[in-house]
């Protein structure tokens, strides 16, 4: 378990099922995903395999629930996919968090988690380039844009672009002192 200010990021478990299966529903939420909307046997099919993650040595994936601790509530999903000492980020959260900085919050404490615990050099995302909100998130987390794919994947049968992302370890470790004024408040348990 991670913990930031305001949030814990836990693993999936199997009564999550309600929250994740209403906003991997929502077509809204879900607009720029390669997947979704999810159907009942998706969303059970996800929380498994985030689940047997768990159990994966070295562990290298991270399928992390969002929840808002104040109200115990699930408001998203964030996952690290480490690949050698590179990771992709992604996350997805309902429509009820976003605008509220949750987002930004999760990434810093997941990326610090990768960087200093996991011994990252490079952390990478990607994010359609009409989704403004995903945009200003992978900014506030100091990440740069490095890339844009022409037609890198597909959505709901219609080919899309993706900008890509990314940050060094180096740049993190300037970027949480000076830009974000962000000590690791990563509390791991």
């Not at 099922?17 to 099919?45: C, F, I, K, Q």
């Not at 000492?85 to 949750?102: D, E, F, I, P, T």
């Not at 037609?151 to 899309?160: L, S």
Request: aromatic share 10%; hydrophobic share 35%; charged share 30%.
């Amino acid at each position: 378990m991670l913990r930031s200010e305001r949030l814990l990021l836990r693993d999936f478990r199997d009564d999550d099922y309600d929250a994740v299966h209403a906003y991997a529903t929502d077509l809204d939420v879900v607009r720029y995903m390669t997947w979704g909307p999810n159907s009942e046997a998706e969303t059970r099919d996800f929380l498994k395999r985030a689940q047997s993650n768990t159990e994966l040595d070295p562990r290298v994936e991270f399928e992390l629930a969002v929840i808002r601790e104040d109200k115990e509530e699930l408001i998203g999903g964030i996952g690290l996919h480490v690949e050698g000492s590179k990771a992709m980020l992604g996350y997805c959260y309902s429509r009820s968090a976003w605008g509220q900085g949750y987002a930004t919050e999760a990434g810093r404490v997941l990326m610090d988690f990768g960087f200093r615990s996991l011994g990252l050099h490079r952390i990478w995302a990607c994010c359609d380039p009409e989704n403004a909100g995903s945009i200003r998130v992978l900014q506030k987390l100091g990440m740069k844009q490095e890339g844009h794919l022409k037609h890198d994947c597909q959505i709901r049968g219609e080919w899309r672009d993706n900008l890509l992302f990314g940050i060094l370890e180096d740049d993190w470790e300037l970027a949480i002192r000076s830009e974000f004024g962000f000590t690791s408040h990563a509390r791991g348990e």
